[in-house]
């Protein structure tokens, strides 16, 4: 059982550039989300989704998009990366209790130059 | 909006003392709060919960205390291990903000 897991690991893109960050699942839970980590800000939720087909804004939603198209995957895009998305991008889960997340991936180590 | 916050950013504790990290939250309509571990390089990982109509409840070296009244919990830990040196983090049903969280140093 993997629980929650987030590839890459690591990466470093030049502003601009797109890609997309991978999140899977294999515990069957409803709702998943992703977070950016500062530091000294904490979490901050970018999107959610508490459904296969339906996503939702979190608090800083600008410069993202999501996708859910199969329940174990959830998607986090960069359109044009910018230097101020540099972070740590954690992908989360719960299996709908409200929108508190209950498992967490290790997080995406996104680097903007 | 409604948040939770921590009073402090910084604990230091001796191994083998107990720690206590507390959390405030504003919003009196919550009911069910979760304390998170986040170790260095590591995800958050779920450590405790506790639901608005309980006041305590005890895990693994771990309780939690909910005082609804002030809006207040905490995080206690029982003889306290270097494994325990983390940034804490509470959060609250359907508040979808962390604070910094409080960072726990357990000294030998």
């Known amino acids: 059982n993997a629980g929650v897991t987030q590839t890459p690991k690591f990466r470093v893109l030049k502003t601009g550039q797109s890609m997309t960050l991978l999140c899977a699942q294999d515990m069957n839970h409803e709702y998943m989300y992703w977070y950016r980590q500062d530091p000294g800000m904490g979490l901050r939720l970018i999107h959610y989704?508490?459904?296969?087909?339906?996503?939702a804004k979190g608090e800083v939603p600008d410069g993202y998009n999501v996708s859910r198209l199969k329940k174990q995957n959830f998607l986090l895009g960069l359109e044009s990366a910018a230097p101020s998305q540099t972070s740590v991008y954690f992908c989360?889960?719960?299996?709908?209790?409200?929108?508190?997340?209950?498992?967490f991936g290790d997080g995406t180590r996104l680097s903007i130059l | 909006g409604e948040s939770v916050g921590l009073h402090l950013p910084t604990l230091s504790v001796q191994e083998g003392d107990n720690s206590i990290i507390n959390c405030a939250y504003s919003n009196s309509a919550s009911d069910y709060f979760i304390w998170y571990k986040q170790e260095s390089g590591k995800g958050p990982q779920f450590i405790i919960d506790i639901r608005s109509n309980m006041d305590k409840r005890q895990g693994q070296r771990v309780t939690v205390l909910l005082n609804k009244t002030v809006k207040h919990l905490s995080l206690q830990i029982a003889a306290t291990q270097p494994g325990d040196s983390a940034v804490y983090f509470c959060a609250e049903k359907n508040d979808m903000r962390f604070g910094a969280g409080t960072r726990l140093t357990v000294k030998p």
């Open positions: 989360a889960s719960s299996y709908g209790q409200g929108t508190v997340p209950q498992h």
């Open positions: 989704s508490v459904g296969e087909g339906t996503t």
